[in-house]
């Protein structure tokens, strides 16, 4: 059986595209080093871990493209699948591919999770088994050897895109509980990129030399390189310590100096519980942040509002956990109430308006974001809720 026979038209075709699928990763490996602005969007400063854990990717996704041309330009009399499997030059291919690949996607991926910092090494040491699967199949290749390296390296894959769809769900709550604004925060498609993954490489183990298959293959790590580059780009970085901002009179402290609670918290008996004065906490929220409106501010962090207040983020959180909601919910509620009195006033005097325009007003940089934080808070969509009141 012939592993691959080709056309001359076919065969340009497939370099063509072969080349096209290797030189754009290698593009945005660079782009990624050397250029320090943000081409997709100017305003947002992504991770620099990021960044360099996807030039790696980007780079070793390259450099793949050039060892499986090279290994298939030396392969000598390579004619049939079964010649294919019994040659250490595919084999060697086949664990290079495996320990540049999943620790660089790993890195990747974890570091779109900016709540803490997430080791690659587990990755590297549970690849150390199918390395020496590897090496034992370049010098006696066996069938049986064959299959359960596949069978095992698909299993990492698919483990690990278990780990992370737990640690995006995490993510998620922690995003929740410090950021009142999650545009463009939320790492959804960390769960599509790692699936893609997953997909991508069992769809590469099976593909059987088809070249229908391969051309589709190349498109589909263009359209992956392409949508991962956008992701990078676009998330924020969170590590960067927001500003202080101004201290109320008579504070007793410093910009830039780490806020004490001035309340009373006491750990119960066997350290086991906290004690917290609600309604101290709650007046406190009142003075500085409901009064003033300091939830109006874009991108305004628990860490931000503890410091107006005077305490810190843990009893903060502690006391939105005694209310069972979360920060960023807590925020949405005061913006949608805003929203409500703005609609009220302008309704009231007629003044001429747009929903969108209060939306801004009220704190929301998309009109989506608000939508979805007013449904929530209220049962009703915008529409909705306006169609139902007299003055609509």
Known sequence: MEILRLTSLQTILF?????????????????LLLRRGNAFAPDTT??????RWSAAFFAVAALAHVWWFLFLVFSGDIRSLDDLFHSAGYWATVVLDGVTMLPTI?????????????????????????????GVLMVWPN?????????????????????????????????????????HKEVWLTHVVSLVFVLLLIFYSFIDANIILLYLLNVLELAIFGLLLWRVETL?????????????????????????????????????SVNIDLAQ?????????????????????????????????FYLSQYFSRQGITYSTYINNLRVNHFISRYQEVAASQQ??????????????SYSTFSRAFTQRIGQTVTAWMCGRPDC
């Not at 370099?15 to 782009?31: E, H, K, N, R």
């Not at 001429?352 to 940089?365: C, D, H, K």
Request: glycine share 8%; aromatic share 10%.
């Open 106 to 134: 790993a890195g990747t991926l974890l570091s779109m999770l900016q709540d803490r910092r997430r080791p690659v090494w587990p990755v590297i040491a549970a690849l150390m088994p199918f390395v020496a699967m590897g």
């Open 143 to 183: 069938g049986l050897l064959m299959q359960i390296g596949t069978v095992y390296i698909l299993l990492l894959y698919v483990l690990f895109a278990v780990y992370v769809a737990y640690a995006v769900r995490q993510y998620g709550r922690w995003l929740r509980d410090n950021y009142a604004d999650l545009e």
């Open 281 to 313: 906490i709650e007046r406190l929220l009142n003075e500085h942040c409901v009064a003033p409106q300091l939830y109006l501010k874009h991108n305004l962090s628990l860490q931000e509002l503890a410091q107006a207040v005077g305490t810190n983020r």
């Open 15 to 31: 370099i063509v595209i072969y080349s096209i699928t290797g030189v754009m990763p290698l593009i945005a490996a660079l782009y």
């Open 352 to 365: 001429p308006f747009t929903v969108q325009q209060l939306a801004i007003e009220s704190g929301y940089r």
């Open 236 to 272: 924020p970085n969170l590590e960067t310590h927001p500003q202080p901002l101004p201290m109320s009179e008579g504070s007793g402290q410093t910009q830039g100096e780490e806020q004490s609670s001035p309340l009373h918290y006491r750990e119960g008996q066997g350290g086991g």
């Open 46 to 51: 992504p991770p620099l871990r990021l960044r």
